[in-house]
């Protein structure tokens, strides 16, 4: 039940005198019967003391929390009993202090079947569940189960329920509110009436938080099994529009309309490409629900009728920089999240030059081809046609591999810089790279005309408009 490594832990910190305990997450998927990914223990021993018993532990934040490596390189995080006081950002306690308790610790957690905690028989008097109640790989011979809140039975019934008050714990930290979003998103939980309605009323106090720790929260509903049931909730719950007001506009744009193949509104199309999107990178899933939503901006309604969103693709490009400036994004990732968006109107008509193709591969980048397509896949599912691939973006494909396995560049040219010189007295210059590129744009096409008696009749050509 509970890892070898984890349990050396647990008995090096009660033979040095102190309580210790698993909690949170951890203690969540044992009574699901998950595996567990990530271990969580609590102690009333402080930093200090946690770090004399393990040597190779390692402690720099204000939390209380110590992270002692275990075998290929996982950490197991040891954290001290806390009791938190007064918020006044809704962020971050204004100040720490250490608990004295099991009880006083759980207390201050965000929701009951995070408030939950297994312990070693023995050391205390716990909350043992009655027998009904037992979940494979619990052995209640050998553990107390803490559950002073009703996490168990709220596990059972698949709720997300917060601890006490949910006004107050999301005046406490605004982001507990899309932390329950996202627990009902990966879990398949509902959200408790009250919950739901105390996140109705305090979903502005998210523009208290911080970027990376709202990215960090949507990411983790973007890489769900079932992300459309977040972002959908997430709207529901008047979230979407403090976190992605750019999405939560695109709900109000219509897109049904005569010559149109999509079924739904620009909002619900976004969300239900990402549902539909077969990538598993976190970017790649990010950039296919913002792919359309520049469309809210360029949006327009010919008189026959037709709904037009020329451009939608430039707009939108520049909107996704600024999400991902927002988010804090690397520049490698807001870089690939700027072509996802920028490039998704690629035409795959079947007549396409190899010159066409190269120009999509430098403008979409050689290492997001793959992602693009994926990109794709899920725009054709998510605005209502029913195969994930047409016949001309599988041959597009086909095309594409193709050119990828010989890519033919200017080093492939039946003539080179010296020749160039030669023939037009030049000398060594940016000018010689322009000819050169201009001459691969021509055979590029027809590799036929790749031999040096034609480059040079070609470059004898440029000699006489240079002169003119």
């Not at 553990?143 to 698949?158: A, T």
């Not at 195969?387 to 193709?402: D, M, T, V, Y």
């Not at 790279?433 to 790749?450: M, P, R, T, W």
Request: proline share 4%.
């Amino acid at each position: 039940m509970v890892d070898k490594k984890v349990l050396s832990i647990l008995e090096k910190l009660e033979k040095a005198g102190f309580e210790a305990t698993v909690v949170g997450g951890a203690v969540r998927d044992i009574l699901s019967g998950k595996e567990v990914g990530d271990w969580d223990l609590t102690t009333n021993a402080k930093p200090e003391e946690i770090l004399k018993i393990f040597a190779d532990g390692f402690y720099n934040n204000r939390f209380g929390t110590v992270g002692v490596p275990v075998d290929k390189g996982n950490i197991v995080e040891i954290t001290t009993y806390r009791s938190e006081e007064s918020y006044s950002d809704a962020r971050h306690p204004d100040k720490v202090v250490w608990g004295k308790s099991l009880d006083e610790d759980l207390a201050r957690r965000d929701f009951t079947i995070n408030a939950m905690a297994l312990r070693r028989m023995g050391e205390r008097p716990g909350l043992r569940p009655a027998k009904s109640q037992q979940r494979p790989g619990l052995d209640l011979e050998d553990w107390d189960l803490v559950d002073p809140f009703g996490g168990q039975e709220d596990l059972k019934n698949k709720l997300i329920r917060t601890v006490g008050d949910p006004n107050e714990r999301f005046g406490e930290d605004a982001l507990r509110m899309l932390r329950a979003i996202r627990f009902a998103t990966t879990l398949g939980f509902d959200i408790d009436a009250d919950t739901a309605k105390a996140i109705e009323q305090n979903a502005s106090l998210i523009s208290k938080i911080s970027g990376e720790r709202i990215r960090d929260e949507v990411f983790k509903i973007v890489d769900s099994p079932a992300p459309s049931a977040g972002i959908f909730l997430a709207k529901k719950l008047g979230v979407l529009t403090v976190i992605l007001p750019e999405l939560e506009v695109c709900f109000a744009v219509e897109q049904v309309s005569p010559k149109r193949h999509h079924i739904y509104d620009v909002g619900t199309h976004c969300v239900m490409s990402l549902e539909n999107c077969p990538s598993k990178d976190t970017i790649t899933r990010f950039g296919t629900m913002l792919h359309d939503i520049g469309k809210a901006k360029v949006a327009k309604v010919t008189e026959e009728g037709v709904r037009t969103f020329h451009n939608h693709e430039v707009v939108g490009a520049r909107i996704a920089v600024s999400i991902a400036e927002r988010f804090h994004l690397s520049r490698e990732e807001r870089d690939k999240l700027f072509r996802l968006v920028r490039w998704h109107q690629f035409s795959v008509n079947e007549n396409q030059t190899d010159r066409a193709l190269r120009r999509f591969i430098k403008n979409v980048g050689l290492e997001n081809v793959e992602d693009m397509m994926d990109l794709r896949v899920g725009d054709r599912l998510g605005g209502g046609l029913q195969q994930p691939e047409s016949w001309r973006l599988k041959l597009f494909r086909s095309r594409l591999k193709e050119v990828l396995k010989k890519p033919f560049t200017v080093a492939d040219l039946a003539i080179d810089g010296n020749d160039v010189m030669k023939v037009l007295d030049l000398k060594p210059g940016p000018k010689v790279g322009e000819i050169l590129s201009k001459l691969f744009e021509e055979v590029a096409d027809d590799k036929g005309k790749n031999t040096k008696e034609y480059l040079t009749k070609r470059l004898s050509q440029f000699s006489t408009r240079m002169s003119d």
